[in-house]
């Protein structure tokens, strides 16, 4: 069976259903309370056969009862109880087609079926062909329902208003080192490492703060020739010559401070820590010969920790430079820190289709360790608000995205939107509606499937014209030859 079929066929079984499901709850026509009520109340046309809602809300009871806010259910007897069923034709209609007033354009195929007949005719299984009447398919592209159809298939309705579009993107993360809060501790001459201070790998030591003394004839060598510049009352170029030589080996200023005060040169100078942090690397031994460039400490300060996610590559357009992230390790229960995106990295990874972003976090308590795994809330949006509709208002097809516009009195229109972002349940429509209109929410799919019969159904109407009219043409033309 075609598509156009199938959906036909569903919108007919639909059509013919007798229960509506309203907020969770099923909904049967009230008439089914003369099947519990005794004959001589249901005979009784004054006497209640129910109690509905006061507010006209889809609850109702068989004894009476009240709201939660104290008031009593509304009594409904049996001459006001109303049927879900589809209204008869009023007299004049009837009378109407009786006369013939009113002109049969085709007979459609009782089960929704896209096939259609000039004149009467049966089904497969003995089913009268439905007449379609002018007027009845009009040109107008609204699709009409009645208020029991509407009631049987739980039609509800949304206005278009302004909100913000927000959402959250979830993403698995880890804590990493911050690359320009590591440093090294190294000497830019050869020397030898006299003694080392009391620190190992792990523990925080604080910028100035001694981790060598170093021995080196070269230091040594600098610190003499700069003594005796000073000595000698050298002033200017001369004096700042010999201090740029101690500086150029990387001499702690405080060394050279001592040997201003002092006036004499140690055998050995302290090396100091560059940064508070702790410590990652201790290469360092007493005694040892320590070449340039070589690393005697690694020193990293977890003060400020990266994180880096990685985002699907779908979520990537919706990550930019400074959107707020929440950080859950997941070695902290309960504990959560805010970050905020610094660097979206440039390359995609081509196995697991993602892309790294990192994120900026605080770590005053250094809680945060690196190589912890952390889950990662990326809040995606715009605070502005925006044009909006429940995202369940949208039909799509792939090809065509359209919402239907509640015109009121059972009329509906389709009508093709163009969408922006979604989050939060809603969607924003960058073109196709206005604020304040209203949109179908729910059931949408079933009018959307009696729209396509109605225009499959015109279609056919149509050909079928068409194809008469070149008949009669053809027949006038071979009658006209000798």
Excluded: C
């Excluded at 509709?389 to 065509?400: K, N, Q």
């Amino acid at each position: 069976m075609t598509r156009l079929g199938l959906i036909g066929t569903a919108a007919a079984i639909v059509a013919a259903a007798g229960v509506a499901f309203i907020a969770g709850r099923e909904l049967r026509p009230p008439l089914i309370a003369n099947s519990v009520v005794s004959d001589a109340l249901a005979a009784d046309a004054g006497a209640p056969i129910y109690f509905r809602d006061p507010d006209g809300k889809p609850f109702y009871s068989l004894t009476p009862k009240k709201t939660a806010d104290g008031r009593d259910y509304r009594a409904v007897p049996a001459s006001a109880d109303v049927s879900f069923d589809e209204p008869e034709q009023q007299p004049e209609v009837k009378a109407a087609e009786a006369k013939g007033d009113r002109k049969i354009k085709y007979y459609r195929n009782p089960m929704g079926l896209p096939d259609t007949s000039p004149m009467p005719k049966k089904d497969s299984m003995g089913m009268d062909y439905i007449p379609v009447y002018e007027g009845e398919d009009s040109d107008d592209g609204l699709v009409k329902l009645s208020a029991g159809k509407i009631q049987r298939t739980g039609v509800r309705s949304g206005p278009v208003i302004r909100q913000p579009i927000t959402s959250l993107i979830r993403a698995p993360g880890t804590v990493k080192e911050d690359e320009r809060r590591v440093s090294v501790v190294a000497l830019r001459f050869e020397g030898f490492v006299e003694s080392v201070a009391n620190v190992t790998t792990g523990d925080h030591v604080h910028k100035g703060q001694p981790l060598v003394n170093v021995y080196s004839p070269a230091l040594s060598s600098a610190a003499a020739e700069y003594l005796s510049a000073f000595n000698a009352g050298a002033t200017g170029k001369e004096l700042k010559g010999a201090r740029r030589r101690l500086e150029n080996l990387a001499t702690p200023e405080p060394a050279i401070k001592e040997i201003e005060r002092t006036r004499e040169i140690a055998l050995s100078i302290p090396w100091l820590a560059p940064q508070d942090g702790e410590i990652l690397e201790r290469a360092a031994v007493n005694g040892m010969r320590a070449g340039p460039g070589d690393v005697l400490f690694r020193i990293a300060d977890h003060q400020l920790v990266w994180v880096v996610v990685d985002v699907a590559e779908r979520d990537l357009p919706q990550v930019a430079v400074g959107t707020k992230v929440t950080i859950r390790p997941r070695a902290l229960a309960g504990r959560t820190f805010t970050g905020a995106v610094t660097v979206v990295y440039p390359h995609l990874n081509t196995q697991t289709r993602t892309a790294r972003i990192r994120i900026e976090v605080p770590n005053p308590d250094e809680l945060l360790r690196p190589e912890m795994y952390v889950d990662a809330e990326i809040e995606t949006g715009s605070s502005e608000p925006v044009l909006a509709v429940a995202e369940s208002a949208v039909l799509d097809s792939g090809t065509r995205r359209a919402v239907l516009i509640d015109k009121g009195e059972g009329r509906f229109e389709p009508r093709e939107v163009k969408l922006g972002r979604r989050g939060g349940g809603n969607v924003e429509v960058t073109e196709g509606v206005s604020e304040g209109e209203a949109v179908v929410t729910s059931a949408n799919f079933l009018i959307d499937a009696e729209s396509n019969l109605k225009a499959a159904l015109k279609g056919f109407a149509e050909a079928g014209s068409s194809q008469s009219a070149d008949l009669s043409r053809e027949e006038k033309t071979m009658g006209a030859k000798p």
